[in-house]
């Protein structure tokens, strides 16, 4: 049994997943296929929930952020892990429910929750709800007012600690769309707000600096302005803050270039926020607030793999190779959105050397579909299975049908017994909900 970029290759040479063998995994269901390797996403929602319980009395909750990889299995495996979820669409959260996740453990989050999805959050019972607009504060005390409930609320705020990462996952910077700012009164005011709302109950705040960071500095950074906010606030009107949720964020390994963090590894993160917001709470003398954070990449991301079948291969002489693969950009948008890296190996040789520097494109109709740029792989031909490694988090949550193309399956593999948790689309799914109106017929 050999190693590659941590991933186990059997005396086959294949590439394994949760131990099966990747290249029959394409064989039996077929390809492009997502594969999630259960024991690795129970391991990371296990390690956050263990951190919490050993460092800071058990008195906080992981919520799995679930826009990252949304399905009923995930809900399923959320639950039975004893965490919480943040959705942030009554899609979600429907699929949350659908799934039977108690959801009195979900929050929910965005800048823009249409009534209607703060009417189905609501009739669902849901825990939380985290407000990010005077309109939003206004609607939802209306709605609850209307039912005769009181719904438990946290504010979104925006302590200005902007993080080393792509600038479209920032969240944290003075001219994001999400939050108000703890530095110029705007958390202040609406905290303020929010209390007089009769049908609203208050329980503290919510902020989320970006996604893909690996500094720690970053993460106890935006502890600290926050408990700065939660003192100010506390001076100011006696309120005390029962919640801080400092959302996800924490980065993964995609290629050499990223770090690689084991398991255990990723408990620093929360150890480092825990000691940070011990610390601070007791400077003011603060009682210390239950603590959320809100981990989705880090949860899926390097559990799952994606399996291509190799197609046409081009050759630019000296400028280009590429490898077309049966998928592309609307099953793995990243690259087209973000210029992602990624590793890619060969599934059905996985033990041979890599021989060329070659472009993975997909099949769709657009020049800017690729999969993968520069990418070190022997040389390749038709008909390999190529795998792409830590797809598993904003590749399916992020699909489309551009082109008319099916959204592919999606496997769950534990103890080399794989199970499909969304079946692939089919031609009927395309035009399920195309109507040709009669004056067309
Ligand atoms: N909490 C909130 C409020 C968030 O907005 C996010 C991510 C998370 C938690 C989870 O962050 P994570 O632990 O997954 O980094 N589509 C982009 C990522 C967008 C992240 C949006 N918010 C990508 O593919 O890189």
Redo the contacts with the bound molecule.
């Keep these: 049994m050999n190693i590659l970029a941590g991933r186990r290759i059997n005396e086959r040479g294949h590439l394994e997943i949760g131990g099966a063998d990747a290249t029959e995994l394409a064989q039996t269901f077929g390809t492009p296929l997502y594969v999630f390797d259960e024991m690795q996403i129970r391991s990371m929602c296990r390690i956050y929930k263990k951190t919490i319980a050993e460092e800071y009395d058990g008195n906080g909750l992981v919520l799995y952020?679930s826009?990252?990889f949304s399905c009923m299995a995930m809900y399923k495996i959320a639950a039975q892990e004893g965490i919480g979820v943040?959705v942030?669409s009554a899609g979600e959260l429907y699929t949350a429910v659908q799934a039977g996740f108690p959801v009195e453990r979900a929050y929910m989050?965005g800048n823009n929750k249409l009534e209607k999805e703060l009417i189905f959050a609501l009739e669902s019972g849901i825990g939380n709800i985290v407000i990010d607009a005077y309109s939003e504060a206004d609607k939802l005390n209306e709605l609850c007012k209307e039912r005769g409930m009181v719904q438990n609320v946290l504010i979104r705020i925006n302590p200005g600690v902007e993080a080393h990462t792509?600038h479209?996952?920032q969240?944290a910077t003075p001219d994001s769309k999400?939050g108000f700012a703890t530095q110029d009164g705007s958390a202040a005011k609406i905290a303020k707000y929010v209390m007089a709302k009769e049908n609203l109950r208050l329980k503290g705040f919510?902020c989320?600096i970006?996604?893909?960071?690996f500094e720690k500095s970053s993460f106890a950074l935006a502890v600290d302005k926050c408990v700065d906010f939660m003192a100010q606030l506390q001076a100011e009107t006696g309120f005390e803050t029962a919640e801080l949720n400092l959302?996800?964020?924490?980065g993964i390994w995609y290629t050499d270039e990223d770090a690689k963090v084991s398991v255990e590894g990723y408990a620093e993160y929360l150890k480092a926020i825990i000691a940070e917001l011990k610390a601070k709470t007791a400077q003011y003398g603060l009682k210390r607030p239950k603590l959320l954070v809100?981990?989705?990449?880090?949860?899926v991301?390097e559990a799952g793999t994606t399996l291509y079948t190799v197609g046409a291969i081009k050759d630019i002489p000296g400028i280009k190779k590429y490898v077309a693969v049966d998928g592309g950009m609307f099953e793995a948008p990243?690259y087209a959105?973000?210029g992602?890296k990624y590793t890619a190996i060969l599934a059905n040789r996985a033990n041979d050397k890599n021989e060329e520097i070659v472009t993975i494109a997909g099949k769709c109709c657009e020049s800017g579909d690729i999969v993968a740029a520069n990418v070190p792989l022997p040389k390749v031909n038709t008909g390999d299975i190529l795998a792409v490694l830590s797809t598993g988090?904003?590749h399916y949550s992020?699909a489309s049908n551009y082109n008319r193309n099916f959204i592919p399956a999606a496997v769950l593999v534990k103890e080399g017994n794989a199970r499909v948790i969304i079946k692939a689309q089919t031609f009927a799914d395309l035009v399920r909900n195309d109507v040709i109106p009669e004056d067309l017929q």
């Design positions: 952020a826009k990252a943040d942030v989050h792509h479209a996952v969240t999400f919510h989320h970006g996604s893909q960071i959302g996800g964020g924490y809100e981990p989705g990449r880090s949860i991301g990243r959105l973000y992602s988090a904003y992020m």
